[in-house]
């Protein structure tokens, strides 16, 4: 069955530092890759996606590449700020799985000024 | 136009009750998902609509666990008797079709507790 191992946090970074929580993936189909991200007190947002393999996703700063060879989607931002604190989740989704999104364990983000 | 809604946003509920959790999607978004987030387990899928149908029950825990879509809109889900490890935040997804490109659009949980 499909799978997501995430890094595990926390991770706490100050302010402007570069920021990867790691993300690989085990699924028998081909499926699309998500980063959905969770700030305190609010609800699951999407932060960004790729569907197919060699896609970019990014979205206020964050990237992620689909890499089929080494089955990995790992987030990247350059120079977090106090706003990027929250709780990121690593997902996939596939055909054979209904589209079903599968969760890796989440990462709690603290970015300190 | 709106997001997901879902109500009531808290439920607090003793042992062995009956509890109905309701989902409004996006309009005219046919795909529906349920979700539930707890501590010991992260964020696990129930099952999934396609319209008024469910061809994906296979995240329910027990048989205590049901879901009904009606309209191809508002989804109920009901947990029978319940017991302390239906504790968690219940979250309800819509998608425009059924695609693997598409995005499931989160409402904001309902958290259930058990007493």
């Known amino acids: 069955g499909n799978s997501v191992t995430q890094m595990e946090g926390p991770v706490t970074l100050s302010e402007e530092a570069f920021l990867t929580i790691n993300c690989t993936y085990t699924?028998?189909?081909?499926?699309?890759l998500f980063w959905y991200v969770q700030y305190p007190g609010e609800g699951l947002q999407l932060l960004l996606k790729?569907?197919?393999?060699?896609d970019k996703g990014s979205n206020k700063g964050f990237e992620a590449t689909y890499r089929k060879e080494t089955t990995s989607f790992h987030l990247e931002k350059g120079s977090v700020q106090v706003s990027d604190s929250a709780v990121y989740f690593c997902?996939?989704?596939?055909?054979?799985?209904?589209?079903?999104?599968?969760f890796g364990k989440g990462t709690l983000l603290t970015v300190n000024p | 136009g709106a997001g997901v809604s879902q109500s009531p946003s808290n439920k607090v509920t003793e042992k062995g009750k009956d509890v109905e959790l309701r989902c409004d999607p996006i309009?005219?978004?046919?795909?529906l998902y349920w979700y539930r987030q707890s501590l010991g387990q992260g964020l696990e899928f129930l099952i999934y609509?396609?319209?008024?149908?469910?061809?994906?029950k296979s995240g329910l825990p027990s048989d205590r666990f049901s879901a009904e879509r009606t309209g191809g809109s508002v989804s109920t889900l009901t947990i029978q008797r319940t017991q302390q490890e239906d504790s968690a935040v219940y979250l309800c997804?819509?998608?425009?079709?059924?695609?693997?490109?598409?995005?499931?659009?989160f409402g904001p949980g309902t958290r259930l507790t058990v007493l």
């Open positions: 790729a569907t197919k393999a060699d």
């Open positions: 309009s005219g978004h046919t795909a």
């Open positions: 997804a819509s998608s425009r079709a059924r695609s693997g490109t598409d995005t499931q659009y």
């Open positions: 997902a996939l989704s596939d055909r054979g799985s209904n589209y079903k999104l599968t």
């Open positions: 609509f396609q319209g008024n149908s469910a061809p994906d």
């Open positions: 699924a028998t189909g081909y499926p699309s």
